[in-house]
């Protein structure tokens, strides 16, 4: 069984910074691209930013030049540093990440996702 767990959410003020992680765990082959996505209230599910195995990126518009992506592929995390946050960034983000598992091995990947953690933007 694989898990993601996510930690890092919060409150912060307009113009503040947040980083958020999310730790891949479990029966793990390997990972392939990781990403962050976020929803906000009545709104659908968005991509926020992802990276691959091989660290390429790719971001929305609305975040790039402040949030930037990176992966520890040695420690199966994935984090998100977030810069000059206004309110529009007020959302739960979720992480995702495509695995192979031990059980499969290179043959087949799942997408798996975490729990979500909230981040508030408001002062």
């Known amino acids: 069984q694989v898990q993601l767990v996510e930690s890092g959410g919060g409150l912060v003020q307009p113009g503040g910074s947040l980083r958020l992680s999310c730790a891949a765990s479990?029966?793990?082959?390997?990972?392939?691209?990781m990403g962050w996505y976020r929803q906000a209230p009545g709104k659908q599910r968005e991509l926020v930013a992802s990276?691959?195995?091989?660290?390429?990126?790719n971001y929305a518009n609305s975040v790039k030049g402040r949030f930037t992506i990176s992966r520890d592929n040695a420690k199966n995390t994935v984090y998100l540093q977030m810069n000059s946050l206004n309110s529009e960034d007020t959302a739960v983000y979720y992480c995702?990440?495509?695995?192979?598992?031990?059980?499969?091995?290179?043959?087949?990947?799942?997408?798996?996702w975490g729990q979500g953690t909230q981040v508030t933007v408001s002062s």
């Open positions: 479990g029966s793990i082959f390997s990972i392939n691209s």
């Open positions: 995702k990440a495509i695995i192979a598992t031990m059980a499969t091995m290179a043959s087949t990947t799942y997408q798996y």
């Open positions: 990276i691959t195995s091989g660290g390429t990126t």
